[in-house]
C-alpha cells in the first residue's frame, strides 16, 4: 500500500522532508507561470502541497520579490496590429539595476508583444501599436546610457504563429 506521492513527506509548514525548498518554489512558479490566476486550491493540487503550505510560499515568493506581479498576455490580434515591428535596440554599458529597470517599463507598455535580452546591452523588442513605438522612443531617450542602434524593421512574414510563451522545463 503506498500513499499519494503528491501529499507524502509534507510538513506542516509546505516544506518536504529531504527535499530543496527550493523545488518546491519552482513548483509553484511554473504553475502561477502557467496560470497567474490561479486559487489556492489550484495552486496546492498543482504543486502536490497543502492548501495553506502552497498558498503561504507564494506569499513568500510574493514578498522576497521572486515573483513582482501579474499580467495579462493580451493576443496581438486583439490590438488590432496597426503595425508589427521589430525594434533592434543597443545600448551602451548599462548597469544591470538600469537594465532591469528599462526592461520593467518596456513590458509595461502596450502593444509590446515581445521583449528579448540578447547579450549584455542588446535588445530585441516586437511592437503592434503605432503607441507603443511612440512609447518605446520615449523610454529610450530617458535612459542614461547612450544609445548605439535603434532599428526599427517590419515583420514580413510569421513564421510560428503567435502562441502561449514556453514553460522552461527543470
Known amino acids: 500500500m503506498s500513499a ?5 513527506g509534507f510538513s506542516g509548514s509546505g516544506e518536504r522532508f529531504g ?3 527550493v523545488d518546491l518554489d519552482l513548483a509553484i512558479l ?24 502552497a498558498w503561504r510560499r ?39 539595476l538600469a537594465a532591469s529597470q ?11 508583444i515581445g521583449l528579448l535580452r540578447i547579450g549584455l546591452n542588446v535588445y530585441w523588442v516586437r511592437l503592434a501599436t503605432r503607441q507603443g513605438l511612440l512609447d518605446l522612443e520615449q523610454l529610450v ?6 544609445v548605439l542602434r535603434f532599428d526599427v524593421s517590419p515583420v514580413l512574414r510569421e513564421i510560428i504563429a503567435y502562441r502561449e510563451p514556453p514553460v522552461r522545463q527543470a
Open 4 to 8: 499519494t506521492p503528491q501529499r507524502q
Open 19 to 21: 527535499s530543496q525548498p
Open 30 to 53: 511554473k504553475a502561477l507561470q502557467r496560470d497567474g490566476r490561479l486559487s489556492a486550491r489550484a495552486l496546492a493540487s498543482a504543486t502536490g502541497m497543502s492548501r495553506n503550505a
Open 58 to 96: 507564494k506569499a513568500s515568493l510574493e514578498g522576497r520579490g521572486v515573483i513582482l506581479g501579474y499580467r495579462a498576455v493580451i493576443a496581438p490580434t486583439y490590438l488590432e496590429a496597426e503595425q508589427d515591428v521589430v525594434v533592434c535596440l543597443m545600448f551602451g554599458t548599462t548597469p544591470p
Open 102 to 112: 528599462f526592461e520593467l517599463q518596456t513590458k509595461n507598455i502596450l502593444g509590446v
Open 141 to 146: 531617450r530617458a535612459q542614461s546610457a547612450p
